[in-house]
């Protein structure tokens, strides 16, 4: 599939539970600044229903998930810095 500066990216990591999969989501252009970095995470059950939306205020560029802590764990970009970030999830 060719690309150009019109493509739009969708997910940019993707994490597994035992439940659940989690998609860090762009939905930006390649024109547009910065666009591998995300503030939206969708939650989807094993057989991809949506069951929440997340949305962040922060610039988010990786995401993991611990099921024994029920987080998702996020690299985030502020000022330039990575920084690490944890969202606890409720069951």
């Known amino acids: 599939m060719a690309q150009n500066d019109e493509t739009t990216l ?3 990591d993707v994490a597994v539970s035992d439940d ?3 998609g860090l989501f762009s939905g930006k252009s ?3 600044k910065d666009p591998s970095y995300c ?3 969708l939650q989807f059950d094993l ?3 949506l069951l929440k939306h997340y949305s962040f205020n ?3 560029i990786s995401i993991a998930f611990s099921d024994e ?3 998702l764990y996020m690299f985030i970009m502020e000022d330039n810095i ?3 970030a944890r969202f606890g999830l409720t069951k």
Do not use: C, T, V
Request: charged share 35%; aromatic share 8%; no cysteine.
């Open 47 to 49: 057989n991809g229903n």
């Open 39 to 41: 503030n939206e995470i």
């Open 69 to 71: 802590e029920q987080s």
């Open 30 to 32: 390649r024109k547009e």
């Open 20 to 22: 659940n999969i989690f």
């Open 58 to 60: 922060e610039s988010l």
């Open 82 to 84: 990575k920084k690490l």
């Open 10 to 12: 969708g997910f940019i």
